[in-house]
């Protein structure tokens, strides 16, 4: 079993920022690749970013140069920095932690960008 502990989320205006945090902890080792995925209503679930234990990261397109992945080994934690937020980042925002074909998604936060 595997457990996350997801926050972060909320309501902001455009152009404003959010940092997420997801904390795993269980079943998991610090070799597992970490990340977000973000489902808004009506869409299908895709992938935010990503990052391996060594540190390497993947973007989505829409939002490179805007968001930030990071993560802490020692705490099995993986961060997702969050500035210029548009309306169309509005999702829900779930945590993932993958090994080979063993995938556990923690249970998601909410962010919602309006005016």
């Known amino acids: 079993q595997v457990q996350f502990v997801e926050s972060g989320g909320g309501l902001v205006q455009p152009g404003e920022s959010l940092r997420l945090s997801c904390a795993a902890s269980?079943?998991?080792?610090?070799?597992?690749?970490m990340g977000w995925y973000r489902q808004a209503p009506g869409k299908q679930r895709e992938l935010v970013a990503s990052?391996?234990?060594?540190?390497?990261?993947n973007y989505a397109d829409s939002v490179k140069g805007r968001f930030t992945i990071s993560r802490d080994n020692t705490k099995l934690t993986v961060y997702l920095q969050m500035n210029s937020l548009k309306p169309e980042d509005t999702a829900v925002y779930y945590c993932?932690?993958?090994?080979?074909?063993?995938?556990?998604w923690g249970q998601g936060t909410q962010v919602t960008v309006s005016s």
């Open positions: 990052i391996t234990h060594g540190g390497t990261t």
């Open positions: 269980g079943s998991i080792h610090m070799f597992y690749s």
């Open positions: 993932n932690a993958a090994w080979g074909s063993t995938v556990h």
